[in-house]
């Protein structure tokens, strides 16, 4: 039976963001327990697994008790309130903390020792390890910690987000005749979390490699910093506190001052989560709670450091190639080869880069050749998160010293690096470059790039668009896609963008490109009612999307509406997916998966048949309210064929085939994990290393697509051809 239009809007119909978050991070952490991960890899995910669920307290959880505190009755589209969010993250993040720390002590540990990499917990030290750890601790660690006794002169300290705190219980009187009995200590940020023990190893570095926390040292010898006391426990805990900026947009006058002013409170926002070790006992954990404001709800017990995020280390420091991922040289097509004539090259052609696969260094190519060609006038670039130390803020700063004309829009409220961004604004303001703050209200989330250049009698622009940052570094951990072009029609329409970001005027009609918060979603909206209505005509309609989150109430209604209308629907979201695929006469033809694997899933991709004309776009946004109607993005067409091949066949087509790293979700909202069943398996970003990586060239193997490409077959053909189902595993 099809349901009603109106029903669409039925909150069973929607998963929770928030719940939907975590389980993402449940497939974060299942790559921890994969076999077929490298070992030091697996760590690592582990590691990244914890400081994404500190990110979903800092600001997710803390926005969810701001309202309940508040009184806010917000409901999201699946019909729960605030406090009933609260209520069932609290318990599911609970269980994932608890697999967590059991992976890492009966999984990771063990097998991290047998390959001779020690974590050694204090009932394991010998006897030389015992004495070299209390030197350290007496020459490096006591010198700088200071232990703050608890009395009415001295009140429980403002405890810094995320930092380790010793809490110690002492009997005896002071100096001064004190008998409090509890003080806390700070533990400095200065201090190494994770200290290397001397092992003996040979001249390839092999050898046992041994480790202890800090926590630990400061744990066996924290007696040293009460001379004449008795200590009866030490404890360490973890405080995660609100860390969402909040500034009044509408009553500053400098946005770069008031972000400035607020970025020390960071540190000392509501408490929202409390860490402590498993053996605190229970009279120390209510006094935390009680001193900090929260319930017991809120404590975290943990079988082992209350920061496992600091294990990366171990990644760094341990130089074990065979436990990592093999290293692998980004591909770079020989047209884009370093010393070739760029402008020559997207003038002549189109360039499609897709990373980490194919190489970020043409881009980087191109500005550096802007900066330094006396044909150039001017430079205009976005830039939401980037290294400011990288070759892409070189070359900016050199082109305005060269006196071009250089106008970059520096978004300074990009989380977490607010600080760094401010810098960089600073920096390229010194350097005479024009700096804009994006827009009130609305984060520059668009990636673009402009370059304006003298040729001949005329001015040519050249453009690159992206779906990723303008960051060398996570363009070798991040997919992504970039074009580059010379196209007329699309350079126009980024300078209108550009003069929109940086002037005043109203909305700019644009030829080609469409942005928020202006008309990429209702451009949406209309390509899925198109496929609707050939749908309902009886002609083959067909979308797919691939995004990192999706949770617009009115896309997904879309969505249902297609799938009732019989569009076939493939959605790749690595993270957040609001929607309930699989549920009768709603969304029995969407299909939704998430790829997890060595690199972060970011590209931004949509598809839709249309009528044969197959349209394919990129784009920097999410099917999220808040990229909607809250930041200005850009969505880009690929117009030239072969490239717009390219992007369906790598981008879109190849991941649904994925059978090794792809979780499918389920009409209940958890995620099962694709077998490959009796198809030959398949990971989809293996595929595309060895088909684009230097490192493969001798091998590698004829092109993915042709110049032409037809969608991939529905994966519900039949259950173990598609690999999908029955042969799956719960995360």
Known sequence: MTLKKTSLADPGLFLNRELSLLEFNRRVLAQSQDPEVPLLERLRFLTICSRNLDEFFEIRVAGLKEQVSYGIQQFQPDGLSPHETLRRVSVTAHELVHEQYRILNEELLPALAAQGIHLMRRGSWTAEDARWIKRYFMTEVLPVLTPMGIDPAHPFPRVLNKGLCVAVTVEGRDAFQRQSGIAVVQVPRSLPRLIALPRERGADGAGEHAFVMLSSVIHEHASELFPGMEMRGCFQFRLTRNSDLWVDEEEIDNLLQALKGELPNRKFGEAVRLEVADTCSPEMAQFLLRNVGLSADELYRVNG??????????????????????????????????????????????????????????????????????????????????????????????????????????????????????????????????????????????????????????????????????????????????????????????????????????????????????TLRSALLERIAREVDAARAGRKARIIARVNALSDPGLIQALYEASQAGVEIDLLVRGICCLRPGVAGVSDRIRVRSIVGRFLEHTRAYYFFADGAEEVYCSSADWMERNFFRRVELCFPILDDTLRSRVLGEALELPLLDNKQAWLLQPDGTYERAQPGRRQPLGSQQALLENHSERFTRVRPAPLHGKRSRPARRAEATPDEAGDEPRTRRA
Do not use: M, W
């Open 305 to 518: 450091p209350v920061n496992v995020s600091r294990l990366a280390a171990i990644y760094d420091l341990v130089d074990r190639p065979e436990l990592k991922f093999p290293s692998f040289v980004p591909g770079t097509q020989p047209r884009l080869v370093h010393g070739q004539d760029l402008f020559e090259v997207i003038r002549d052609q189109d360039v499609l880069l897709h990373h980490p696969y194919e190489s970020f260094a043409p881009v980087v190519q191109l500005l550096q050749q802007a900066a330094e060609d006396p044909s150039v006038l001017a430079i205009k670039q976005t830039l939401y998160r980037t290294d400011v130390g990288s070759p892409i803020v070189t070359a900016l700063l050199d082109a305005a010293r060269a006196g071009k004309e250089v106008t970059v829009v520096v978004e300074l409220r990009a989380r977490f690096d607010e600080a760094a961004n401010i810098d960089l604004a600073t920096r390229l303001q010194e350097a005479g470059a024009n700096v804009a703050y994006g827009i009130v209200g609305y984060k520059a989330h668009a990636k673009a790039l402009l370059i304006v250049r003298r040729e001949g009698r005329r001015l040519r622009r050249y453009v690159h668009l992206g779906t990723g940052n303008y960051h060398p570094g996570t363009a070798r951990a991040y997919t992504d896609l970039g074009l580059l072009t010379a196209r007329p029609e699309i350079g126009t329409d980024v300078h209108k963008l550009f003069q929109e970001l940086t002037g005043l005027g109203q909305v700019a009609r644009l030829k080609c490109l469409h942005r928020s918060p202006f």
